[in-house]
């Protein structure tokens, strides 16, 4: 069956809707309803959602609510929270969920409660994690754990970093957080530079325990280890797991005891709160990371209940969608104005990226619309002396998400208010710019106007909450999750697979070989083969 998406009755409605609207300026919409800003809110959870510079009407959104019905939205959505196997490339459940539901909830795949296993491992991850904050977990030598260095690449790597930036506030300063992923060597280096190994402690987080690149630092962690402490039991002391793989953990030599485990049916990008959390837990206190929990759980109940018109994820979804397929809108702007977000858009590029950069659908077909939108982004004000210039006056349409924070972490005044004036500036120029009537009634010299003019009808949603706390940060990484999931069901694609990283994997075996003379060159194209040569004459 043929996905027919762009056959929908809301579908050809909104094409529609965007070509007798598409010359509307969002300095129009405020004209014509100059109470949008108040009308266009959220306020759920928490969060202060402000989607009213957008380039939509009540009809536009009204289109895309009947959009998300026509692709049973409700009905998916029912799916995944009850554990039926929507990963159905994979043949998987996908309940990410279900890692921050409470201990009182359940919900049963193959007839098991799975939120049972979570709080099981939960508890094994508290013990341990206050075994090394407390200095009872020692070393090889006696001495305590002081360095703790994460080892994982993707969703292993990218939910651990960005965590530990975001809220660094509230770790542990006694102790020193790393993290290696690249398969460059330097990264390894650098990692452990100044560290001494008997104070170390690497967890080799990895849900196949098969990945070259973790594999590969694994094993250098461990001679970089047995280099200084000489004796195998060492490992058992210096290295644990965070894995679903038990049989290669010990395959490894790291004792199964201090093996954390998941499933399979939590997604390496949607994985932070699983086991792969164990670094984040360590650095903040099981109390804090109960806290982060918690946001999380908050924020999957309000896409879980809230209906489509009051449901955050799915809005942001549905302007994503509208842009994405209607503007041609390319790309989509993460502006976090919180300096210890600096990871989260690197964090959402994987979250976002490997979940609906697909061109087949989950029936089998190409698609013959666009799909996922690249994610990019740097922390307010940073961006603004970067590349805000071509946001405000480039060619390209770039829709910007905006998250900002009432209180700063630091009393610093008077810092925050300017953080959160530009933050709040930007949104405002973006939306409605300047005229070039405004530019020339400054008295600005006549050639110069043109170039002073900002067009504005740059469409921007603003995120505002209290302050960056675990539960916040919770919050606002699962309402980015429920958008992936509501525009991989419009979409109609998988977001939870990620088969287009295996072919360049696949080929870097074969080219390994070739590199250490273990197998002959093999027949590449002109250009793969010159470059092999290329790289041999060293
Ligand atoms: O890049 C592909 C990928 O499979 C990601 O989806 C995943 O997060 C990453 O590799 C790491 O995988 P693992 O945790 O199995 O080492």
């Known amino acids: 069956m043929k996905n027919g998406l762009t056959s929908l009755e809301s579908w050809k409605a909104l094409d529609k809707h965007y070509q007798e609207t598409r010359k509307t300026s969002i300095r129009e919409l405020f004209r014509q309803d100059p109470l949008r800003g108040n009308s266009l809110t959220l306020n759920a959870e928490g969060i202060y959602f402000d989607y009213s510079k957008h380039r939509i009407t009540g009809k536009t959104l009204g289109l895309l609510f009947k959009l998300a019905r026509e692709r049973n939205l409700e009905a998916r959505r029912a799916a995944m929270f009850s554990g039926e196997k929507i990963n159905t490339t994979e043949k998987r459940a996908v309940l990410h969920i279900a890692l921050r539901a409470p201990v009182e909830a359940s919900i049963v795949v193959d007839g098991v409660n799975v939120v049972e296993q979570v709080h099981e491992v939960l508890g094994k991850m508290q013990a341990f994690a206050e075994k090394v904050r407390s200095g009872q977990w020692t070393g090889h030598t006696g001495k305590p754990i002081r360095n703790i260095v994460n080892i994982g690449i993707g969703g292993s790597d990218l939910g651990p970093v960005m965590a530990f930036e975001a809220l660094r506030n509230y770790s542990m300063r006694e102790l020193t957080f790393r993290f290696v992923s690249n398969i460059d060597g330097s990264d390894f280096a650098e990692a452990v530079q100044g560290l001494d190994p008997a104070e170390t402690l690497f967890i080799v987080a990895s849900k196949t325990f098969t990945t070259l690149e973790t594999m590969t630092n694994a094993l250098t962690a461990r001679a970089w280890t047995l280099k200084a402490l000489g004796d195998e039991t060492a490992i058992q002391k210096h290295f644990v797991a965070l894995s679903t793989n038990e049989k290669e953990v010990a395959k490894f030599g790291i004792d199964t005891r201090n093996m954390f485990g998941f499933w399979d049916w939590v997604g390496g990008r ?245 590199l250490q003379g273990e197998t002959k060159p093999s027949k590449h194209d002109s250009s793969t083969n010159a470059l092999i040569q290329a790289y041999l004459r060293k």
């Open 270 to 514: 949607y994985s932070m709160t699983s086991a792969i959390g164990l670094s984040t837990m360590i650095a903040i206190g099981p109390e804090h990371y109960r806290q982060m929990l918690h946001g999380f759980h908050k924020m999957d109940e309000h896409f879980r209940t809230a209906p489509l018109e009051k449901n955050i994820p799915v809005i942001m979804a549905l302007l994503t969608v509208w842009y994405n397929n209607f503007f041609n809108a390319q790309t989509q702007a993460v502006l976090p104005y919180e300096n210890y977000l600096k990871r989260f858009p690197a964090y959402l590029q994987q979250m976002t990226m490997e979940s609906t950069g697909k061109y087949i659908t989950l029936d089998g077909h190409k698609v013959d619309y666009q799909t996922g939108p690249i994610y990019w982004g740097e922390p307010g004000t940073n961006g603004q002396h970067s590349f805000y210039q071509l946001i405000h006056q480039g060619t390209k349409l770039i829709p910007c998400d905006f998250i900002g924070f009432k209180k700063s972490l630091h009393d610093l005044p008077p810092h925050q208010d300017y953080l959160m004036a530009n933050m709040i500036a930007q949104g405002e120029a973006l939306a409605f710019g300047k005229t070039a009537d405004e530019v020339a009634a400054e008295g600005v010299d006549e050639k110069l106007v043109p170039h002073k003019v900002f067009e504005g009808n740059r469409p921007s949603s603003t995120f505002l909450l209290d302050q960056l706390s675990p539960e916040n940060l919770g919050k606002l990484v699962a309402m980015y999750e429920h958008s992936v999931f509501v525009q991989g069901v419009i979409w109609g694609v998988n977001p939870f697979d990620q088969m287009g990283v295996e072919l360049g994997k696949v080929l870097a075996q074969n080219i390994i070989a070739e």
